[in-house]
């Protein structure tokens, strides 16, 4: 007996009617002779709802009280899911993250996954049970008191028990059809891709694309669990989704398999600082120790003993980087002339499993640029990735022209 | 240390406004030196949503389900009230029906508590904590799952509490400040009681005065619970409530404590029934049967061996009722002329301990009720209770001529 989870987001369970349309989802794996565990996430807008409450009881609240009052929302999702099922002959039952035991660490609101052992779950399929309906989000601390996984932890949570309980694969179901080459709100040709390996996706997921926690990304990949996204308002059979997979799944890879955007960039250069040992870990342990995110960096050659230094944070974090920056300038440990911030860039990434076995792809990009007139501010690379920082409004022009350039309008 | 168990109705916790007024209450308590263990009930409206859901999706539902999803709202409020009295700096912490655990039967949705074990509360009550809010209403089943003590069951839980921590009162706050003599909308001298006897309140609540579970005060008398029931609205320290205790701690019980009335009454009439052994038994196990709850019965002097059988039960449940005795009728089982049915009907009753040592009550009353030129349809009487049938437009009249008659504006 093969075994699937299916994961259901938050807009895909928004209401009696989205969740019954789930239920005919999972009815359908059934009838293909699948055991199967649904995580369910909370009706949308539920857990803001319940977030809202705690903050403004205290924005300093006692993290256990959070967990325990935002789990609620998991909670009733998947008892109404079990009841649907229920209606609809399947036998099937809720489980709660504490009934499992979905065991994580005790980082309130944050919490780890250590173990989920499968005994209780499994002894229920043996006794006839075809469906576990299992609340996301949540588990059980080692003092036994409610967990939650961080926001967007239901799909962490799904591919967890597709590694704990070997699932032939993952689906989750959520409001796009797919993993697309790229926006298909700023370029039209945007193609779904039929498969894509774990490694893009990380990079696409961090890159903006909103579709799949980073996190639960990374699980997939150490735990070699198959990941289906497809969207739960297709008819059903109509779509078969965008498979994440291990590189060796893809027959031949494109060089190019995605172009990736994000508005949501902003440029600091901190000019002329000393070029010596130990300045950038001086200017790097502040703004992370500030809980900046820094994305790219660049240092251009040093002259004099002085050189500039770049890098890109998220526009809503520009304000603290300055803060952390001025901090250090002024207790004498770091020394600059002029900090120049920017936010009126966006940065463009192609993403490929392909670059690493196929030299000139760096140059056709930024020749594809050029051609449109589109000055690059910074570059930065990694093994399957290059990404670069331009003006604000070139944005959507780029990612059509790469988009063309790379012919990723066509399969293969 | 002392320890005081404190109930919050869902009402008293209806918004979050309301939680921070029964924290304020809890934190008085905390000052004058208790320990307390609060007992809440969903935030008012919640359980009724929730339950709309699960009946939106099958009235026939699995009640392990429905129990799953419907005491997720206490849950809520047990979290967000631990989190307000943590900001007034008291030790607090939410606890789960499973995480006590509060041990229940597996009847979902009507379970019976079976125990509380005190030593995970006490542990943390020991290391520091000053007050457990626990959320109402929910259990655990010997199957591990959650379980519900049936609708008002918060009352019960409190006073459970109550009895397994031998705690020194059990304040249930709810939206009247006490038990009147009879129903202040009716009759404008009623009065609040200082103290009421466990067996006048269970007379009393099971009349429809509904401020107490009546399983709840039943509790509360096996374990001689001391019962406050006061107003969470009131200004602090302007009101003691009333006590319900054991008729021992009353120093001179009246006569007639209260006067209850029930505009919820069918009468049904079973005109000249065969009257041989077995014949009630045929009866009164149908109706049973049917799920009817059978109030006040009352069988006239025989004739030629036929009678006059006269019952009454809410009139919710006459359908159900016609129902039994037409089928019973049909199958032979029984025989009757005629069902002769009245909605017509209230029902007033005089209430009180002092009955017991007192003779001419009931003269008193029919006398009362004659006075005012009204007829009496069906008596009944027990040790401490007598509840009369009249016509229903009768009824405030009613209440308010025997309120007069039997002094219960003045105290003692």
Excluded at 118 to 128: L, P, Q, V
Excluded at 288 to 301: K, L
Aim: glycine share 8%; aromatic share 4%; hydrophobic share 45%.
């Amino acid at each position: 007996m093969s075994l699937l989870v299916m994961k259901f987001g938050g807009t895909s369970v928004a209401n009696i009617d989205r969740i019954r349309n789930a239920a005919l989802r999972v009815g359908e794996e059934v009838a293909r002779g699948h055991d199967v565990i649904v995580i369910v996430s909370a009706m949308a807008g539920k857990t803001n709802e319940l977030a809202g409450m705690v903050e403004e009881i205290s924005p300093l609240h006692d993290a256990r009280e959070y967990d325990a009052v935002v789990s609620s929302g998991e909670t009733v999702t998947a008892g109404l899911m079990a009841l649907i099922l229920q209606e609809m002959d399947i036998p099937a039952r809720s489980w709660q993250g504490w009934q499992v035991p979905l065991l994580t660490s005790s980082a309130h609101s944050a919490a780890r996954i250590s173990e989920i052992p499968t005994e209780n779950i499994n002894a229920k399929f043996s006794e006839g049970m075809k469906v576990a309906v299992v609340a996301g989000f949540q588990g059980l601390s080692p003092e036994g008191r409610i967990t939650t996984i961080g926001r967007g932890g239901s799909d962490t949570t799904a591919v967890a028990f597709a590694a704990a309980f070997n699932a032939e694969r993952c689906d989750i179901h959520t409001d796009v059809d797919g993993i697309y080459t790229t926006d298909p709100r700023i370029c039209e040709k945007a193609r779904k891709l039929d498969k894509i390996a774990f490694e893009e996706m990380l990079e696409l997921a961090s890159l903006g694309a909103k579709v799949l926690q980073t996190r639960s990304v990374e699980l997939a990949m150490r735990y070699n669990v198959r990941l289906r996204v497809l969207s739960s308002f297709e008819t059903a059979g109509k779509t078969a989704g965008t498979l994440v997979c291990a590189e060796e799944e893809i027959m031949e890879s494109s060089i190019v398999n995605g172009i990736a955007h994000s508005r949501d960039e902003a440029k600091l250069t901190l000019v002329s600082v000393a070029d010596r040992p130990g300045i950038a870990a001086t200017i790097f342990g502040a703004l992370s120790d500030a809980g900046v995110t820094v994305d790219m960096i660049v240092q251009n050659i040093s002259e004099e003993g002085r050189t500039d230094l770049t890098f890109s944070c998220p526009t809503s974090e520009l304000a603290r980087a300055r803060n952390a920056l001025d901090g250090i300038r002024a207790d004498g440990r770091l020394n600059f002339h002029d900090l120049i911030t920017d936010t009126d860039v966006a940065k463009i990434s192609a993403v490929g499993i392909g670059m690493r076995s196929q030299s000139g792809v760096a140059a056709q990009m930024f020749r594809t640029l050029s051609n449109e007139g589109i000055n690059i501010k910074v570059i930065s690379t990694s093994e399957i990735k290059i990404s670069v920082l331009i003006e604000k409004k070139y944005m959507e022009l780029a990612v059509q022209a790469l988009h063309d350039s790379f012919e990723l309008d066509s399969a293969g």
